[in-house]
């Protein structure tokens, strides 16, 4: 029996401390869903996913950071099969390293189709730097958010063609989504390529993305996101929804 009447949050980090702070995106990306007002606990590893206990059965969004290029077939059919259930999920920057273990991207064919989209490359810009972010309008994870800038890693993704783009930065003579929404049988699945380290956690525009994200896809009303987050500080004295 679930204890909760509300929805609640579970984030998961999986992989190594190599190249990501695994440690400082549990802690940060946790902090960040509990101010969007979802309980939220932490956890590593996907193994979870495959016959899940009671705190991973009862989430109802996972909110997912990887730092590996290994993902079980079986940890990943489970994950599916949970999200395609009802379940929720945000997958975060390095979430879709699909393609690179033994196997190629057939080994990660269930993830690839859940999450929608695969990292490619950093680009021709370098690895990092200040990105620009436009950002539509007119969906319930970007409401309250303007157009706005965050020094984060550049991706350049392979991604389906259902993904609505949310939001999306200037590459070349184009342009590279940085989020976007998609749905995945019952459930709703948001990924953003951002969020690298912690300069980018700090970001209240990020923050807010994946705080409405989160909401969102745990199925939270569309006419509620805009009032379950609303006190946040986006700076230059500013709040979402007007003073106090």
């Not at 996913?49 to 909110?63: G, N, S, W």
């Not at 550049?154 to 989020?179: F, I, K, N, Q, S």
Request: glycine content about 12%; aromatic content about 8%.
């Amino acid at each position: 029996m679930k204890l909760r009447n509300g929805p609640s949050a579970l984030v998961v980090v999986e992989g190594t401390d190599l190249h990501h702070d695994l440690l400082g995106a549990a802690l940060a990306l946790q902090e960040i869903v509990l101010e969007g007002g979802l309980p939220a606990a932490r956890a590593v590893g996907l193994d979870r996913f495959v016959d899940p206990m009671p705190a991973t059965a009862e989430a109802d969004v996972y909110v997912l950071y990887r730092s590996s290029v290994t993902f079980d077939p079986a940890q990943q059919e489970a994950l599916s099969a949970l999200v395609a259930a009802g379940k929720g999920l945000v997958a975060v920057h390095a979430s879709n390293l699909f393609g690179f273990g033994p196997g190629g991207l057939d080994a990660d064919r269930a993830a690839y189709e859940l999450v929608g989209s695969r990292y490619v490359s950093h680009g021709d810009a370098g690895s990092e730097g200040r990105i620009e972010v436009s950002v539509r309008e007119g969906h319930p994870v970007t409401r309250h958010l303007d157009d706005f800038a965050i020094d984060d890693e550049y991706y350049v993704l392979e991604y389906a063609p259902d993904v609505e783009v949310l939001a999306e930065r200037r590459a070349g003579e184009g342009t590279e989504p940085v989020a976007y929404v998609r749905e995945h049988g019952a459930g709703r699945v948001c990924y953003t390529s951002l969020g690298h380290d912690a300069r980018a956690w700090g970001n209240p525009w990020f923050r807010q993305l994946v705080r409405q994200a989160t909401l969102w896809a745990a199925g939270v009303g569309d006419d509620l996101i805009g009032s379950w987050s609303t006190r946040w500080p986006l700076g230059n004295a500013r709040f979402i929804g007007g003073p106090a």
